[in-house]
């Protein structure tokens, strides 16, 4: 099952977070002890003033295509797991999502 949601204005999307987890990326998708799926997301950032939100919501709006300002943080802000709507063409956003977290991490060496 796909951690996301279809909707007229986009896409709502469940996220597991990871801050100060070495690198922006998104890890592909994994299924929590609850049964939900969700998308894990890493960020750099800290989980200190928003930080780490702040940084989903650019790692997100960069790896879809989509401007900043179409990211908004649904749920979770002090939470790792958290729920992210993302305005645009619904069908065009979860194909790129399936392509994303279908390659899963990128194969990267650790500086």
């Known amino acids: 099952m796909e951690p996301w949601r279809y ?4 896409i709502s999307i469940a996220l597991r977070v990871t801050p100060r987890g070495g690198r922006d990326d998104i890890d ?3 299924t929590l002890a609850n049964g939900r799926s ?3 997301v890493r960020v750099r950032a800290i989980a200190e003033g928003g930080e780490a939100n702040r940084a989903v919501t650019e790692l997100l709006a960069k790896a879809l295509g989509v ?3 179409r990211v908004k943080l649904l749920s979770g802000a002090t939470s790792r797991l958290k729920q992210v709507a993302v ?3 619904p069908k065009g956003l979860g194909e790129t999502l399936r392509k994303l977290t279908a390659a899963g991490p990128n194969q990267k060496t650790k500086d």
Do not use: L, M, Q, R
């Open 28 to 30: 592909g998708i994994e």
């Open 38 to 40: 969700v998308v894990k």
């Open 87 to 89: 305005a645009g063409d």
């Open 67 to 69: 401007p900043k300002a």
């Open 7 to 10: 909707s007229t204005e986009g």
